[in-house]
């Protein structure tokens, strides 16, 4: 669809189509497993940064409408800001910005302006200076309030949709009579791709690229960048931790810097146009692959084997998980579990090992929020191969907690006649492995173990010996005789058995 200009989605042979994500080139940006991606392919109206009207910036003394500020000024030439935020003047960095951009030779005005309230808006708008009319709308202003749906009230809703898509509703309807050169929405790779615990995030920023849309239908400029994280210090990404940026590069979406992201910027708003939703996203496709299936809309850029290969391999830790527990006890399968459960809270707060993640310790006070909660639940689900609910910390607050439902659903049926035999054999087997054998008491050790083992092969044999002809046997044969057997009797006994004569 987005290759022949149909922004629909058609319907063929029972099928809706929608364009996938493609390749978008960025000058100066070499990137062999880092790609920035868009939704299609580029197409549209260049913007024109016009240094005789005024730019309206929201968020404008924030993280990245800051940076977006001090670019225009320096790399476009705009002459004239309208930096608007909750506290505008008030704001942390207000001044220093100011008088930076003033530096640079631009004209600068900071205001307090709640732009989700349309008459709020119509005020700010109004205020503009006949002879510097506004040519253009940035709205790079949000709130992150992350959580599972389950606990998104009306509220938290409420508080992250309201500045970022009642304020670009309220920003379009009071501009659309207005002559623009630019009407650039910052919205968040979240509403294309998902995120996990950022159900009200996600909805704000689709609602921001389908508002692109809307405006380019009806003949006016708009473009929607659909970013991906920034590193530290860019905007709502300020807070992120160590552990964070690791989750991202773990999930193939490292952060950019802002350098990288002030070039998207200048791809996506240049001479070539761009389509009205793109995403500028850092990709790293090794990381991708590394996951297993790759997601639909990555497919166009990650090849792949078959999908059923993609399948046999999910399975396969789950397999491997119940070949371990097998013939454990209860209390010995609940430990080995709970080690592996330990190793995967490590690698998703970033710890070196296991000794931080104490089993008794609640979640939140090892460190865990909305979003590595879910990643921890999908990881647990990936390695044990149960469906486990969003809720899952809340509703099993410690490790400990955790590890006994998890090794209820688990756990393998106890094994019945012939295979309890081979399941205690493979008990004794792992006991075998753990033994040191240069340890003082290995050798008083070693004459009682062989001296047990023996009179269990006396007894298994006299179990062979009374059942006559067993499946496999042919009528008439003799047991074979272990204690007068030769080297050689031996070795034809194995050969038969393992049909090599």
Known sequence: AARSDQPQLPLRAGRLLAPRLVRTPVPGTPAPTEAPVTDAPASGAPVGWDPEGTVLVTGGTGGLGAAVARHLVTAHGVRDLLLVSRRGPAAEGAGQLTAALEEAGARVTVAACDVADRTAVDALLADIPADRPLRAVVHAAGVLDDGVVHSLTPERLTSVLRPKADAAWHLHQATAELELDAFVLFSSVAGTLGSAGQANYAAGNAFLDALARHRRDRGLPAVSMAWGPWTRGSGMTGELTEADIARMTRAGMPPMTPEQGLALFDTVTGPAGSAPAVLPVRLD?????????????????????????????????????????????????????????????????????????????????????????????????????????????????????????????????????????????????????????????????????????????????????????????????????????????MFDMLDNELGLS
Do not use: C, M
Not at 286 to 312: H, M, N, Q, W, Y
Not at 314 to 337: C, F, I, K, M, Y
Not at 407 to 432: I, T
């Open 285 to 489: 496709l090794a990381a991708l692959r590394s996951l297993g299936e790759v997601p639909p809309l990555f497919r166009s850029l990650i090849r792949t084997p078959a999908r059923r290969t993609a399948t046999a391999g999910s399975a396969a830790a789950p397999a491997d998980l119940t070949r371990r527990l097998t013939g454990l006890t209860p209390a010995e399968g609940q430990e080995v579990l709970l080690d592996l459960v330990r190793g995967q809270i490590a690698t998703v707060l970033g710890h070196a090992g296991l000794a931080d993640v104490e089993p008794t310790r609640a979640f939140q006070d090892l460190g865990f929020d909305s979003l590595t909660s879910v990643e921890l639940r999908n990881r647990l689900g990936a390695l044990t191969g149960v469906r486990l609910p969003a809720t899952l910390l809340f509703d099993y607050p410690t490790p400990s907690e955790l590890v006994a439902h998890l090794y209820a659903k688990v756990a393998p049926a106890a094994a019945d006649g012939p295979e309890s035999v081979l399941a205690e054999l493979d008990k004794l087997e792992r006991s075998l492995s753990g033994i040191e054998a240069g340890s003082e008491e290995f050798g008083a050790l070693f004459d009682q173990v062989a001296g047990r083992l023996e009179v269990l092969r006396s007894k298994w044999q006299s179990l062979r010996t009374e059942a006559g002809t067993v499946p496999g046997e042919k009528a008439g044969d003799e047991s074979f005789d272990f204690d007068s057997a030769s080297d050689e009797d």
